[in-house]
């Protein structure tokens, strides 16, 4: 080592060598550990989907009321004026139950893991996950705005978290 310094151990105690090996050839293949981060954080997603809010706890930005209208199927309704009060009142009940990113579910339920020996990853296969996480323009002509709506990700619990199961799958 060119300019540092340099130490050599010899441990001569067997159970201290078996102990350090079996460290090793755990360090080498954290899947275990992985996998139990990868579940820890399908958790921690799915309860994002509930308190609607990113990683670092920031609430969600709302639906337009254009959205909400377009899912309650407001446009083309009769015009007549007590029609309108009547369908005004159920629209705002509506309104008010209405959650965010889980009009069918399907993309809360699509979210996976997958866990490697030296990491792990969590995602979605929905095409339109994207667009929802990061926000930008989308529908004909790109002239709809979407804000950005995290859900996935890790803050400094979670990844305190994921050092935690690591350190316990390496000295328990």
Known sequence: MAGGISIDVNINDLGVTRELQELIGKAGNLKPAMQSIGEYMLRRTDERFTAEEDPEGNKWKAHSALTLAIAYRMKGKKTHTAVRKKEAAAFTRYKAGRKILTASHALRRSINYRAYSDHVTIGTNRVYAAI???????????KVNI???PFLGMNTAD??????IIKEFLMP
């Open 132 to 142: 929802q996480q990061f926000g930008g323009k989308a529908g004909r002509g790109k």
């Open 159 to 164: 990844k305190a978290e994921a050092l935690r």
């Open 147 to 149: 804000p950005a709506r």
